[in-house]
């Protein structure tokens, strides 16, 4: 069965370069949007209300820690390996199956291989996963390479892994609600070298994007998190997000009272949600904690003490709450 079909705004934003970071922030100029896009949504398999609650603050925070434990995450790193096997042994607990999607790619040091790592709850009618569950949600894996650096990356980006797979554990007590979601660990969001720019960052989601157009059929929205473990920083809803889901935000944020911590961003900030709507052409949500704030972000000093349990429960219940409002009765 399928819901009234939800009417989204298509992207529309000119995105202009204004100012590179470690991950670059965006100018975005949007124009008059055009006739609105539906999305349908499937009604037979909502996200619950109670699903929202069930959400542990603590349970995702012990991923963030036993994945800090393992180490520095880069791409090709005995960390990462680590870090992928931590998650596939995790998930398989909890019923979900993954795959890894391997791939080399040339970069600024040298032809690389980057592993994603995909996961559903039930592929077994689609042994090629080739047929998209409606909401897709990521997170980065890898930490950044920083010669000389002991960096564990553990709000960048632990934290939003972590969430991932609390929410794994949350929606498999709920049956076909988990078939809703497919979840993406991204390798190589990070840069090679300093700064992301068109060749260099956002390895694996470019990757992940271009293999989505090749499938039977796509994802209806995606949602990509990362930063969002410390609770001292507000979450930003990045500018380029498609318009319908920043409106269903704003709302599943008040709704939870932590509309203060939720904030707007005026721009859009570089990340792996840019491939997915550059090449795969899917409406997006991104959240993204205020980074640039941060004084340790991308130095040594990202570590565990930064990310806490509030943070991610407020996090990992937004994300539950706005899930719930789109596939809720229209
Ligand atoms: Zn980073």
Known sequence: MINPARFLRPASCVLILALITGIGIFLSACGD???PAPIAVPASAPIPAEAVSQFSGKQAFAHVKNLTDLGPRPPESEGYRQALAYLEKELAALGWKTTRQTFKAPTPVGPVEFTNLLARYSPNEDPDWTVSP???IGSHLDTKRIPGMLFLGANDSGSSTGVLVELARVLSAHGKAADNLELIFFDGEEAMLENITTRDGLYGSRYFAGQLNARKSKPKLGIVLDIVGDKNYPLLIGNDSHQNLQDHTRAASQKLGIDSW??????SIVDDHIPLINRANLPVLH?????MHMPYWHQAGDT???VSPEAL??????TLQILHQLTADQ
């Open 33 to 35: 949007d055009p006739d």
């Open 313 to 318: 429960e407020r996090t990992g219940r937004l």
């Open 134 to 136: 409606p909401f897709l």
């Open 262 to 267: 939720v904030r707007s961003h005026p721009n």
């Open 287 to 291: 959240l993204i904690g205020a980074f």
């Open 304 to 306: 565990l003490d930064k």
